[in-house]
Structure formats: structure tokens, C-alpha cells
């Protein structure tokens, strides 16, 4: 078989504040030849989160941090190229957590073929019909306990999450609002994705004052992936029994001082809300109900998203870098080679 020469992005260096390009390393190695039961996978996308960011510090977390000197890790979507092991012949697409690497040597262990559905592009499998989708499903039916009808606020709101808790919210009847910082990104919401209203948060002066302006019967669900300003804001607007979904606070990512905290937090006693973390790995679960769901409401043409690619395992890093700057409309993803 042929030699597979295979680049790689390996941690560097942990980031203080904004990660820059310091903190990795592009590297080379040879991935050997497989043996029996072992197959060869050539990465075709990859995914940069949010989440690994947090996997750059050493904070007590659901999952462990990078090594440094080791080649990171994330969401990717590749093709066998080679294989010695019969439940992965070659053209098998699989989805794996082996990201920030062209190809990678495996024997099956913690992976499974993806089962590609009918008019949903490979990569949709690292967004929409991926982790950040599962993410909005779980977030609003287990965490949040979304009823018909409601009043939703989802910060962030056009981004890979955002835009899917959204439009999930819109199907179940309920009344929607997101924020999202660029006219483009909230006129997208509104047009596409059938958001009742919209806040840019960037060109707003009192985000409190906009959220309780723009949601009138006050918040049932809060879904927050932002923190800061914006969870005071809900907290403003929170009705009785409320719930928060506490999926992430991207806003607070880099910090090199403890933010403070929301100083209105007294109104989860005063009107019994309810706030709750989640990670999506703990809800997997929920699986088979999302992919049937998301299947049917993207072939019934339900459900809208958005992607900004990056082209070349050597631009990843930017790639990342832009989560954090807005830079990205929708899905951020790694194109690393044709199908
Ligand atoms: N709990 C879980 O299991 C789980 C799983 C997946 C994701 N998450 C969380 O969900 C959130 C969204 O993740 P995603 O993958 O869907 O990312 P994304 O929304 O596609 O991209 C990140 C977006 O965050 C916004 N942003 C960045 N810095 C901000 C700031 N300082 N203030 C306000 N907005 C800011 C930017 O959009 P704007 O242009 O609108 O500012 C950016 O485009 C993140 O907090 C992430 O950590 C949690």
C-alpha cells in the first residue's frame, strides 16, 4: 500500500486571553500501513467548537484538556482509504472525534459508519444533523421542557446552536426571539428562519431594556450560549417558573479575570426559575429521536442553516480564532479534502 504522509495541528502551548498562533504547531507524520482489523480514514471535514477552548485550560471540566506537543482533538467526517477490517470497507464514512489531522490510523474502537440520510450534505453531520443540533434538541426538550406556545430567547442565535434551537422553537408554535451581532446575521433570522424578532446585540445601548421591549409577555425559556449582559437581560425578562438552559457563555471564553457574576440572579428565588449546565454528552439519548426529527424537518425543507468554510488543515487555527470575533456565520468548518 501506498505511504500516507499525514499533516497535523498539535497543542503548543496553553492560551492566555484570545488563543493566537503560538499556541499551535502544524507537524507531520506517517500513518502506518493498517494491519488486521485496522483501516486507514482520510478526514474530509472538521469541525472548530467553542467547547475546545475551554479544553485549553486546566478548569475541572466533563472532559479532559489538550496535551500539549499532542495533536489536538474535534469533530471530523472522513473516508476509509484503506482497510484491513470488513465492518469498515473502503468508501465507509465515518464520523469520529480525530479532527485537526488529514488521515488517521483506527481499529474500530469508538466508531461507528455514518449513516448518511438522503439530501443531507456530509458536513451537515458536524452541524445542523450533528453535535451543535443535538445540542438545541436536548437543550430545549430535556433541559429546558419546551411547551407549545412559549415565549424562547436564544442568544447567539444565528450560530450552529442558536439558529437550530430557534427554528426547533418555531416548529413547537412558540414565540421567538434571538440576538446575533451583525445586521446580516438578524436579518437572516427573521427572513429565513422565521424568528418573530431579533436584537443585534452589538448596536444595542441597554440590552435589558431591548429584551423586555422585544419580548412584551416576558421569557418562558431562555436558551443562553453568550453569559454576561445578556444573562442579566434574560434575567429581567424571565416569567414565573421559567427555565434557563445553560448551554454555554462564549462571551466569558477567554477571560483572564473571573467575570462578574449576573447581579439580578436573585430573581431565579423570587419567580422560582429554574437554571441548569448541560453538556451534550451527557444526552446521547437522545440520538434516534434527533436524527429522525432533523432528517424530516431538513427534507421537508423545515429546517435553514448556515456555513462559513475554511479551506486546509493550515488555516483551522484561524478558523477557531474566528468563533470568538463573530467572524463565522453559522457552521464553522474545516474543509480538508474532496470527497
Ligand atoms: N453545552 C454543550 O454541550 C454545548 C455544545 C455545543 C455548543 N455549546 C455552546 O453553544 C454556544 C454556541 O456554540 P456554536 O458551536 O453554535 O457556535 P456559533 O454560535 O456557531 O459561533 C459562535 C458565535 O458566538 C458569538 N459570539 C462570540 N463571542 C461573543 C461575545 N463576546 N458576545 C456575544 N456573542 C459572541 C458570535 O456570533 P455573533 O456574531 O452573534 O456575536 C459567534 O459567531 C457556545 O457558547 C458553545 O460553547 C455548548
Not at 472525534?97 to 459508519?113: I, Q
Not at 440520538?287 to 456555513?307: H, T
Request: proline content about 4%; aromatic content about 10%; hydrophobic content about 40%.
Amino acid at each position: 500500500m501506498t505511504e500516507i504522509k499525514s499533516k497535523e495541528i498539535r497543542f503548543a502551548s496553553a492560551p492566555e486571553g484570545m488563543p493566537n498562533d503560538s499556541n499551535f504547531e502544524l507537524a507531520e507524520v506517517t500513518i502506518p500501513e493498517p494491519k488486521d482489523g485496522e483501516f486507514v480514514v482520510k478526514n474530509l471535514w472538521m469541525s472548530v467548537d467553542p467547547y475546545m477552548r475551554g479544553r485549553m485550560t486546566d478548569r475541572k471540566s466533563y472532559i479532559g484538556g489538550f496535551v500539549v506537543g499532542n495533536a489536538l482533538e474535534g469533530g471530523a467526517i472522513g473516508k476509509v482509504v484503506q482497510s484491513n477490517n470488513s465492518n469498515f470497507p473502503e468508501g465507509t464514512y465515518v464520523s469520529s472525534m480525530l479532527g485537526w489531522r488529514e488521515y488517521f490510523l483506527s481499529n474500530g474502537d469508538m466508531m461507528s459508519p455514518l449513516e448518511v440520510h438522503d439530501g443531507v450534505p456530509l458536513q451537515a453531520y458536524l452541524g445542523v444533523m450533528g453535535m451543535p443540533g443535538l445540542t438545541a434538541y436536548a437543550g430545549l426538550f430535556k433541559i429546558a421542557d419546551l411547551k407549545e406556545g412559549e415565549n424562547v430567547f436564544v442568544s447567539a442565535a444565528s450560530g450552529a446552536v442558536g439558529a437550530t434551537v430557534a427554528q426547533i422553537a418555531k416548529l413547537k408554535g412558540c414565540y421567538v426571539v434571538g440576538s446575533a451581532g451583525s445586521d446580516e446575521k438578524c436579518k437572516w433570522l427573521t427572513d429565513e428562519c422565521g424568528v418573530d424578532a431579533v436584537i443585534n446585540y452589538k448596536s444595542t445601548d441597554n440590552l435589558t431594556a431591548t429584551v423586555a421591549e422585544k419580548l412584551p409577555n416576558g421569557i418562558d425559556v431562555y436558551f443562553e450560549n453568550v453569559g454576561g449582559d445578556h444573562l442579566v437581560a434574560a434575567l429581567e425578562s424571565m416569567n414565573f417558573f421559567g427555565r434557563i438552559a445553560l448551554c454555554g457563555m462564549i462571551s466569558q471564553y477567554n477571560a483572564t479575570v473571573m467575570p462578574e457574576g449576573p447581579g439580578n440572579l436573585i430573581n431565579a428565588v423570587a419567580r422560582s426559575l429554574r437554571l441548569e449546565g448541560f453538556v451534550v454528552s451527557n444526552h446521547f439519548d437522545q440520538l434516534g429521536p434527533f436524527l429522525n426529527d432533523m432528517s424530516g424537518w431538513i427534507k421537508d425543507g423545515k429546517m435553514q442553516w448556515k456555513e462559513t468554510i475554511v479551506e486546509g488543515l493550515e488555516n483551522a487555527p484561524q478558523a477557531f480564532f474566528n468563533l470568538f470575533s463573530g467572524d463565522n456565520f453559522g457552521k464553522m468548518l474545516v474543509k480538508l479534502a474532496d470527497d
